[in-house]
């Protein structure tokens, strides 16, 4: 195995290991569970895309969430993220859900941080992509903790935040979120920085799902919010952006990253499949829950 860094803070590419033999050798998950927690965002190219070999390399890493009410794979370990209309097989139309729901991707966030159980990883893999433009970009939220000073620092440790899937949809359309949707993902709060048990490397922990801080009046936590994801996101020199090629499988840690989707021509077809696999106390899931949840 063959391990490439494509950024100085995040990201590298796995070279000479399939994903078919991480999810069938123990010594090929160990050397990719390592790599994992060393680099945050891990490329695998020229795969077979084959969901039976993405549903098996992403149980390696722990149990598998199931797609979301409302989702196009609800019900399934699969997230499909694409702009091709399920029923009609057509591309849709500007206002549609799924157009929306793209637009809600190009918000940074990490996954899943307003569910009641946090995600550990995710895998995105391409099955088809555009000419051009639908790029994911990375950060390292670990390096952007590294950036804060210090009596920050020491704030957000005893800090937890509060997470809504309703409210990072808001952002595009407030109908994005159906109530459906809003009753299945009632809020979640999280610590605001999750420490890596393998490493101890601290990262901080928000998203775009982020609304509010426990303790904290509102208009005062939004201004800190927003003041870290500037922080976490504003110079270009801290992105990786990963430009997509057919059989390309991207996993990141959405423990010590945030991502983004960049937007691309609507008139052409793009047809991504997620799986996300759910932080288990051995992720660092016991010391992100707060004491008490009042807000």
């Known amino acids: 195995m063959q391990i490439i860094p494509l950024h100085p803070e995040v990201g590298a590419e796995i070279r000479g290991l399939s994903m078919a033999e991480v999810a069938q050798d123990e010594s090929a998950y160990k050397a990719v569970r390592q790599a994992f927690e060393e ?82 990883a995710s895998l995105l893999s391409a099955r088809t992509i555009p000419g051009e433009g639908g790029e994911t970009e990375f950060i390292s939220q670990r390096a952007t903790w590294l950036r804060l000073p210090e009596s920050l620092k020491k704030q957000l440790e005893k800090s937890f935040a509060w997470h809504s899937y309703g409210h990072s949809r808001a952002k595009i359309d407030p109908s994005l979120a159906s109530q459906r949707e809003k009753d299945a993902l009632p809020p979640a709060c999280w610590r605001m920085c999750w420490q890596n048990p393998a490493n101890g490397r601290v990262a901080l922990y928000i998203a775009s799902h982020t609304y509010a801080i426990e303790g904290m009046p509102d208009p005062e936590a939004l201004a800190l919010i927003d003041e870290l994801m500037h922080i976490a996101t504003a110079d270009p ?59």
Request: glycine share 6%.
């Open 39 to 120: 680099y945050s965002v891990l490329v695998f190219r020229n795969q077979p895309t084959d969901d039976a070999v993405q549903v098996g390399f992403s149980r390696r890493f722990g149990n598998l969430e199931t797609a979301k009410v409302g989702s196009i794979g609800e019900g399934t370990p699969f997230s499909i993220l694409t702009n091709i209309d399920k029923d009609t097989q057509q591309l849709v139309p500007p206002g549609h859900k799924e157009a929306l729901r793209a637009k809600a991707n190009q918000l940074w966030h990490t996954d899943s941080s307003f569910r009641q159980t946090p995600a550990l």
């Open 237 to 295: 020199a801290h992105r990786y952006e990963h430009v997509w090629q057919n059989g390309d499988f991207v996993m990141w840690d959405n423990r010590a990253s945030m991502h983004r989707g960049r937007p691309w021509a609507m008139n052409k077809p793009r047809y991504m499949i997620r799986t996300t696999i759910s932080a288990s106390e051995e992720d660092g899931v016991a010391a992100l829950r707060p004491p008490a949840k009042t807000h």
